[in-house]
């Protein structure tokens, strides 16, 4: 098939996806996106509308396809990281602990105490960072527009503190296996006390601005409903379950990285609306800030990385005077290192849901095969019957409250 | 490993003429091709597996026997636990049984599947390309699809690179 001869989408296509009356021209068929300030990202809804009331919508996903897994299988274990952070954007940290873990479990790595406290610290202020993002884009499209503006202040906080550490605000690659990049500045700890300090004020502005407005109180309560066993048996995760009455929090089933010492409740609402939602995100705010409190409390001093030089880079001062590092150095950074033969399936709370990392190794220096179980892709589905008999407007309210991230769906 | 865990994963490498390997401290269940329908029955019913949270494939090729295996990850809340079960697949069959009647929330996954490694699978209700193009040729995670290198298609030079542009192997 030569380019010029493209075969046109007709509604051939989806007409098993459409009702009768959209072929008669009774109902509308309209797409929303891609390019829409309220899909959060490019995502096309394909709808059939009787009127302003939806009666189907087709979600369709691949804008933003970059062959990430595809790209992942020709580097090497070191360099595929760096493609981790482009994933769910809003959530790198939490990408590279997923990418981390999985590496540490098949290749028998271990943490030392003080980089799985650092880790704990900077997953839990991406969480506040990547919440403020939906709750901002929510609020906007319900027509909030000072709150939008409160949260990237708020976020610029975080970014900053980020950029203290690991030299980037957003890509920050900052987790390794076996540990960190580098160890923390001495300025951290104030930095991430000041901002525990200022934060819960803000909860309190925003709670303030929107849990008792009866505007937004009107737009969200009892819209897009979804049932325990509806959830379940979607395979939703993270605040969208939990929104539903379901208790299920990675951090606490199953705990990484420590989590299991730390003290905080998981926020369970059972209402399964919009509503429910955003109070499960909104409440998980305090959780994180407690987490991170409790976290800088017991920050143990000591090394940040494994000293199993096969695979974790000698430090820099070494390679002045020993050879033995040097030939480490140079093997790392030529033909990286070979991880044993196995699969892993490594499951994370992202502030989204349960990112899973399937990652198999053929025992050769590069992954041989990497799959992301991402909670966005997963969640998108929902919107073809979440959406159901409600208007146009409040299809907004239900993309914003389910928190979808189209770089964390497409790969 | 946990104890239930494992004597879900034991009997059903039984009933379904399958093989257990617990390394790594996970619990994968290897079965040979078809049943996945029933499979996916027995533990959502028997088992209390009430979700499949994710579904992939990883391609072996050259190897052909078998040369896919489907990777289906099982998660019960209400047990607190996640099985695995890797179904292999012949490089000729490429037509599996859809799970999505018994969990509606694997469509996705299927249709990702079936875009990026073209195994079809049978009682799909809407098998479209779903991440790549629709007129998009080939299916991209297959190991013998190239990466990259190629050469940039414009309307001018389309059909003269298109004649000597390398390509998948059916």
């Not at chain 1, 709370?349 to 990497?370: C, I, M, T, V, W």
Request: aromatic letters at 10%; hydrophobic letters at 40%.
């Amino acid at each position: 098939m030569t380019m010029l001869e493209k075969v046109d989408v007709t509604l051939d296509e989806l007409r098993h996806l459409v009702s009768d009356q959209a072929l008669t021209g009774d109902t509308l068929l309209l797409n929303m996106g891609p390019q829409h300030p309220s899909t959060h990202g490019v995502l096309r809804l394909l709808l059939e509308l009787d009127g302003e009331i939806i009666i189907n919508c087709i979600p369709d996903v691949g804008f933003l396809h970059t062959g990430i897994e595809k790209n992942i299988e020709a580097k090497t274990f070191a360099q595929a990281e760096v493609m981790t952070d482009r994933l769910d954007y809003l959530n790198t940290m939490g990408n590279n602990l997923a990418y981390c873990l999985a590496v540490e479990k098949l290749t028998g790595l271990d943490v030392p105490e003080r980089a799985q406290v650092i880790r704990v610290i900077f997953a839990e202020l991406q969480r506040i960072a990547s919440h403020l993002i939906w709750l901002a884009t929510q609020a906007l499209d319900l027509a909030a527009q000072s709150v939008f503006l409160f949260c990237f202040r708020e976020r610029e906080i975080i970014l900053r503190i980020m950029e203290l550490c690991s030299g980037q605000r957003m890509m920050t690659t900052y987790f390794r296996p076996g540990g960190l990049w580098r160890d923390v500045p001495v300025e951290f700890e104030e930095a991430v006390r000041d901002f525990i300090a200022y934060f819960p004020k803000r909860i309190e502005q925003y709670e303030g601005l929107l849990t008792k407005n009866p505007i937004f109180l009107d737009r969200v309560k009892g819209i897009g409903k979804m049932s325990k066993e509806e959830a379940l048996a979607w395979g939703a995760s993270g605040p969208t379950l939990r929104g539903s009455g379901v208790d299920f929090d990675l951090r606490k089933a199953h705990p990484y990285s420590g989590y299991e010492q730390y003290d905080f409740e998981v926020p369970v609402h059972e209402d399964g609306d919009v509503f429910a939602r955003y109070m499960c995100r909104m409440q998980e705010f305090r959780e994180s800030l407690k987490i991170i409190e409790q976290a800088l409390d017991r920050l143990p001093m000591g090394p940040v990385r494994s000293n199993n030089r096969k695979i974790v880079p000698p430090p820099r001062a070494e390679l002045g005077q020993s050879m033995e590092a040097v030939i480490h150095h140079f093997k790392l950074w030529t033909e990286g290192y070979d991880v044993p033969k196995g699969s892993v399936y490594q499951k994370v709370e992202s502030p989204r849901g349960e990112l899973g990392l399937f990652l198999e190794s053929d025992g050769g220096p590069k992954p041989y095969r990497a799959y992301w179980r991402t909670p966005s892709f997963n969640h998108i589905q929902l919107f073809s019957w979440l959406a159901r008999g409600h208007y146009v407007a409040d299809l907004v309210a239900i993309i914003g409250s389910v928190d979808i991230v189209l770089g964390d769906t497409d790969r | 490993m946990d104890k239930k865990l494992k004597s879900i994963a034991q009997k059903l490498a039984k009933k379904f003429d399958g093989q257990l390997d617990d390394s790594l401290e996970q619990a994968r269940v290897i079965v040979p091709s078809g049943k996945i329908v029933e499979l996916c029955k027995e533990l959502r019913d028997k088992h209390d597996f009430e979700s499949l949270t994710g579904f992939s494939v990883v391609d072996y090729h050259p190897q052909t026997e078998p040369r896919f295996h489907l990777i289906y990850q099982f998660r019960s809340i209400a047990q607190n636990i996640y099985l695995e079960v890797r179904m292999e697949l012949n490089g000729s069959e490429l037509l599996v049984d859809s799970v999505t009647g018994i969990y509606p929330g694997v469509n996705w996954y299927e249709r990702e599947a079936w875009d990026m490694f073209g195994i079809q699978f049978e009682g799909h209700p809407d098998l479209r390309r779903l991440l790549m193009p629709y007129d998009w040729e080939g299916h991209p995670l297959r190991k013998d699809y190239p990466l990259g290198y190629e050469e940039v298609q414009f309307t001018f030079n389309y059909d003269e690179i298109a004649k000597r542009k390398p390509s998948p192997k059916e």
